[in-house]
């Protein structure tokens, strides 16, 4: 069993940054491979973007390339997603995800998912 609770939400201007974080609980952490998603008022659930059990690997939705990061410290069992250069079009509540296959990640299909974190951009 893995737990997910993330932190780091709020309000935030445009052009402004946040760093979200998802802390896990679990002794098996570092073998699960870790994902962002997002799901806005009226829409479906997006995945943000996904990093490997051993960081290797990182998948970043179009939209936020070049503007937000994923990271992992398997020290702490924590997974974050740094935030920079936000536009109101990221306002979501924001969730953090786990599962062993990376592939599953990327495609939406994880076995635990947290409760989200509301971040709002104001124009």
């Known amino acids: 069993q893995v737990q997910l609770v993330e932190s780091g939400g709020g309000l935030v201007q445009a052009g402004g940054s946040l760093r979200l974080s998802c802390a896990a609980s679990g002794r098996t952490f570092s073998s699960y491979s870790m994902g962002w998603f997002r799901q806005a008022p009226g829409k479906e659930r997006e995945i943000v973007a996904a990093i490997s059990w051993s960081g290797g690997n990182t998948y970043y939705e179009d939209s936020v390339k070049g503007r937000f990061t994923i990271s992992r410290d398997n020290a702490k069992n924590t997974v974050y997603l740094q935030m920079n250069s936000l536009k109101p079009e990221d306002t979501a509540v924001y969730y953090c995800?786990?599962?062993?296959?990376?592939?599953?990640?990327?495609?939406?299909?994880?076995?635990?998912w947290g409760q989200g974190t509301q971040v709002t951009v104001s124009s």
């Open positions: 995800a786990a599962d062993q296959n990376y592939r599953a990640v990327v495609a939406g299909a994880n076995g635990y």
